[in-house]
């Protein structure tokens, strides 16, 4: 398994939760890793693109100013910090991995997690 994602759960609207990711990827063939989530019954959805390289963020407009996220270079992790969460942010939270890996300029691979499940509601 090259993604994992953890960190799901239960909260209450107007709560918090951090999603972590972990990839057995090597950070040098790292070239950017991303959160989607399903809803029940709806398409998968874009959150936020991390750059690996310098760590540079573009989030969906639905989640701006109340996700953040963020990478650990040395564990080759990212995380999700989800603030003031809504009822419609319940879904399965999917981490994607996008790698360049293989001799010369090498291939472009992607890589996805099973999800985590997070549930708000009251």
């Known amino acids: 398994v090259h993604v994992v994602e953890s960190g799901g759960g239960s909260v209450q609207p107007g709560g918090s939760l951090r999603l972590s990711c972990e990839t057995s990827k090597s950070s040098r063939s790292i070239l950017g890793m991303n959160w989607y989530r399903q809803a029940p019954g709806k398409e998968r959805e874009f959150i936020v693109a991390?750059?690996?390289?310098?760590?540079?963020?573009n989030y969906a407009d639905s989640v701006k100013g109340r996700f953040t996220a963020y990478r650990d270079d040395a564990k080759v992790m990212i995380y999700l910090q989800m603030n003031s969460l809504k009822a419609e942010a319940t879904a399965v939270y999917f981490c994607n991995a996008r790698t360049r890996e293989g001799k010369g300029w090498g291939s472009i691979y992607e890589y996805w997690g099973l999800g985590t499940q997070v549930t708000v509601s009251s």
């Open positions: 991390l750059k690996w390289n310098d760590g540079r963020t």
